[in-house]
């Protein structure tokens, strides 16, 4: 039987691709499995114009999360198994373009996405346990998203409220990681994490009927005096309310409901622009070396067409050729990094756009 290549059908590859890491931080129940069963679900038909589409690496994961969030349509929760679980996802999107590469769909970034284990957020760092593992894969992230269950901001968080709410949303560990995540990375020249703030359960404070109807700027307040260390300055953070279905009441108990997915692309949205801002400064790094190397090609031709035509002719002829190959060599390289560079920063553009 001839194994079926799975991925790379469509270049360039998944494994020529910018790659990103998402960690999930919340407390158990928060709705982090079932927010990316959600968010997963709306991207995989593609939105906007540019036709943003999440896909996953193997395609039968893809499909196994489809189904998870039909069970829960019919009543059937996921499971809380309480793994660490990181997704492989490739986000694609088109461009209009000119010419032949006008609409042409392409990979923009591989994602891998970790739903932290809640023990994990609560542990120690010690050697040898998948803690560890998870810590390092906490330090590579260059996005968290916080996870937090709008049923606790229903009402005001009030002085009196505060510790209650502190303990029920694990805000402090939350914090700490944060601030460990941020120091780390920072320790190694890497850019801070952007945090992206998730109020699931959103159908709670959105709802007409009305469990209590708060707005996002009331709510943000208060997250802002919970979690201060994701509002530090110099830090890219935004607050969205995301709702995969009425699947709970605000007790936390389980009722029958439609899938109705609200706001769950945006915080990916916001989390691919951000990496792309990085990326693109990464990529004016790199235009600035082969720029400088172009020149050093260009002086060393010059050097060599100084010399009387006679002698080039017939001494310098294979020097010369091999100086102006090279020269254009490096042509086609810095074009093909404009190009580049120039859909990177259409790409972050748009995404921040939809984002926000
Ligand atoms: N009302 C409502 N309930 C939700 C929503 N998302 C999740 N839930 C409920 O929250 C429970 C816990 O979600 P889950 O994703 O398993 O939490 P996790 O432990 O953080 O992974 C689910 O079983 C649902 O009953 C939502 O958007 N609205
Ligand atoms: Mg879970």
């Keep these: 039987m001839t194994e079926f290549k799975r991925e790379a059908r469509f270049a360039p590859g998944r494994d020529a691709l910018p790659s990103m890491r998402i960690s999930l931080l919340g407390a158990s129940k928060s709705g982090k499995s079932c927010y990316i069963l959600g968010m997963f679900a709306a991207l995989v038909r593609g939105q906007g114009y540019h036709q943003y589409s999440l896909s996953t690496v193997h395609h039968e994961d893809g499909i196994a999360m489809l189904q998870e969030l039909e069970d829960l349509g019919a009543g059937k929760p996921p499971l809380g198994t309480d793994e660490p679980r990181t997704h492989e996802f490739t986000l694609r999107g088109g461009l209009p373009g000119r010419g032949q590469a006008a609409g042409v769909q392409t990979g923009v970034i591989a994602i891998d996405l970790t739903d932290f284990r809640g023990g994990a957020i609560r542990e120690q760092p010690l050697d040898e346990n998948d803690t ?11 996005s968290i998203f916080v996870v937090l269950d709008s049923g606790h901001f229903r009402q005001p968080v009030t002085p009196a409220r505060k510790n209650a709410v502190i303990q029920e949303t694990w805000a402090n560990r939350i914090g700490d990681l944060i601030g460990w995540t941020i120091r780390e990375r920072e320790a190694r020249g890497l850019p801070a994490p952007s945090i992206a703030v998730l109020l699931t359960k ?3 404070l959105n709802d007409q009927r009305g469990t ?10 208060d997250v802002r005096a ?3 260390v ?24 389980p009722r029958q409901a439609h899938i109705g997915l609200s706001g769950v692309e945006n915080p990916l949205f916001f989390a691919a622009g951000c990496f792309l801002t990085s990326q693109t400064q ?27 035509a006679i002698i080039q002719q017939y001494l310098l002829q294979r020097p010369i050729a091999e100086r102006r190959a090279e020269l254009k060599d490096k042509d086609d390289v810095i074009a093909a990094h404009d190009l580049r560079a120039a859909q990177v920063a259409e790409h972050e553009k748009v995404l921040r756009g939809l984002a926000t």
């Design 132 to 142: 560890k593992q998870n810590y390092d894969q906490l330090r590579q992230s260059d």
């Design 202 to 204: 959103w159908d709670f």
């Design 212 to 221: 209590a109807a708060r707005g996002l700027a009331d709510v943000y307040q």
């Design 226 to 228: 919970l979690l201060p």
């Design 230 to 253: 994701a509002f530090g300055i110099g830090l890219e953070q935004y607050v969205f309310g995301v709702s995969i279905g009425e699947f709970s009441d605000p007790e936390g108990n």
């Design 282 to 308: 990464s990529l004016q790094g790199a235009r600035g070396q082969l720029a400088a190397e172009r020149t050093a090609i260009d002086a060393r031709l010059a050097k060599l067409t100084r010399w009387p």
